[in-house]
């Protein structure tokens, strides 16, 4: 029985750890958790926000990827999306989900996210 989903991997070109580093530390607020050795001599980086994982594996014929996507909560999306945008990501609005208010953006090397937040019901 599937009970969670562990992590999620994108790739990304050797030699962009810098970048990813960059991005997913300084700009979305993740924290780099440290890869097993045996991993670890295989470049990439990990990231951690609370439970959620995102691995970044190092591909050496890298297509970053447009269409599948990890769908990441966030709270006072808002605010989330302004600090994307302050920091030079770009930010799509899609109204297209009911319920949720989201975004869409890339990280440095290409790779399609989301970003969504449940849209609070007042009174019933």
């Known amino acids: ?11 990304a ?7 990813l580093r960059a991005y997913y530390v300084d700009v979305l607020g993740m924290t780099e ?7 670890a001599a295989r470049g990439g980086c ?4 609370g439970p959620v ?13 447009r269409k599948a996507h990890p769908g990441l909560g966030v709270t006072a999306i808002e605010a989330y999306a302004a600090r994307l945008t302050d920091h030079g990501a770009p930010v799509t ?22 970003f969504l937040e449940p849209i609070r019901q007042t009174g019933a």
């Open 46 to 49: 990990w990231f951690q926000a």
């Open 33 to 39: 958790i440290p890869k097993p050795p045996v991993l």
């Open 93 to 114: 609005w899609d109204d297209n989900l009911p319920g949720h208010r989201r975004f869409y953006s890339e990280d440095p090397v290409g790779n399609r996210l989301e």
């Open 13 to 19: 070109p050797p030699g962009s750890e810098g970048a």
């Open 1 to 11: 029985m599937l009970t969670a989903i562990d992590h999620v991997q994108l790739a």
């Open 53 to 65: 994982q995102l691995h970044l594996g190092i591909e050496e014929d890298f297509r970053p990827a």
